[in-house]
């Protein structure tokens, strides 16, 4: 496990902690075994960090579903035993972890099957609307429901987006990153805009807020300029569980959805000792 990981893990237990768990302290010092179960159907997603949360407390923890595995309810996801203070002191932060995770991934695996069932070739990517202090878990749960994660940060990869372009011209923004990065994305709003982007040596054109007939248009255009197979074809904006079969048949190669973070729904969890 990355070291910026374990960090993050032992804060939300700092945090949620404090100073001691005044209740859990009423309690003789005794030993208890405990389950997670899953209370509706979804996919596991973060069993790895709930676990290390537990046995940082010296808990002992069983994985009985690892992540990725499907869960109906009343399925045992973990299993974990140590002195009652510890376990119940840590429940609450692990299963918050755990359930948010496993909703991503179990939002993102619905959406993936959409896009695959209408295009094979095309990927399901999150971005950064993640949950402040999350993004790194937030964006692995995206992985485990089988999309894939994009930008982590501002440093792994030159976006450039509507509100550069409202402080500097296209075409002087491309010259720049195209002389100091091998590989860019650039977000237009037009044809004229992707055909210059396609030019000036944009590694991805997203396609903001484009309706998929207009996706399919500019799509048309750079083929016949011969300009399609130099970049990727990302959309972005707008796109849901109920449109995104829409977008993918347009024959775009990448689909972008802040909502899946953004807007995620925990799994229904809950930790029974």
């Keep these: 496990m990355e070291s910026r990981a374990k960090k993050a893990l032992d804060s939300f237990l700092r945090?949620?902690?404090?100073?001691?768990?005044?209740?859990?302290?009423?309690?003789?010092?005794?030993?208890?075994s405990a389950r997670i179960v899953s209370r509706q159907h979804g996919i596991v997603s973060g069993t790895r960090y709930a676990g290390y949360i537990f046995t940082s407390r010296g808990c002992r923890v069983r994985i009985q579903k690892k992540d990725g595995n499907a869960v109906k309810p009343d399925d045992t996801i973990m299993t974990v035993?140590?002195?009652?203070?510890?376990?119940?002191?840590?429940?609450?932060?692990?299963?918050?972890?755990?359930?948010?995770?496993?909703?991503?991934?179990?939002?993102?695996?619905?959406?993936?099957?959409?896009?695959?069932?209408?295009?094979?070739?095309?990927?399901?990517?999150?971005t950064r609307k993640t949950?402040?202090?999350?993004?790194?878990?937030?964006?692995?749960?995206?992985?485990?429901?089988?999309?894939?994660?994009h930008r982590l940060r501002l440093d792994d990869m030159v976006m450039i987006k509507d509100n550069h372009l409202a402080v500097a011209p296209l075409g002087d923004l491309l010259r720049k990153a195209r002389s100091r990065h091998r590989k860019f994305e650039v977000e237009v709003e037009s044809l004229a805009d992707a055909v210059e982007a396609?030019?000036?040596?944009?590694?991805?054109?997203?396609?903001?807020?484009?309706?998929?007939?207009?996706?399919?248009?500019?799509?048309?255009?750079?083929?016949?300029?011969g300009l399609r197979r130099k970049v990727r074809i990302e959309a972005s904006g707008g796109i849901d569980k109920s449109n995104v079969t829409s977008y993918a048949r347009t024959g775009v190669d990448m689909i972008s959805i802040g909502k899946i973070t953004s807007s995620a729904s925990g799994l229904d969890l809950s930790l029974e000792v």
Excluded: H, Q, W
């Design 131 to 149: 949950a402040p202090g999350l993004r790194y878990f937030d964006k692995e749960a995206v992985e485990t429901g089988g999309g894939k994660k």
């Design 15 to 32: 945090e949620d902690i404090g100073s001691g768990d005044i209740t859990s302290r009423l309690l003789p010092n005794m030993k208890i």
């Design 81 to 126: 035993s140590g002195p009652a203070y510890s376990v119940l002191s840590c429940e609450r932060t692990a299963l918050n972890l755990l359930a948010r995770m496993s909703g991503i991934a179990t939002s993102t695996r619905e959406v993936v099957r959409k896009i695959k069932s209408a295009n094979k070739k095309c990927d399901l990517y999150s």
């Design 198 to 225: 396609a030019r000036g040596g944009a590694s991805i054109i997203m396609l903001d807020n484009t309706p998929p007939s207009g996706i399919v248009r500019i799509i048309a255009e750079l083929e016949r300029l």
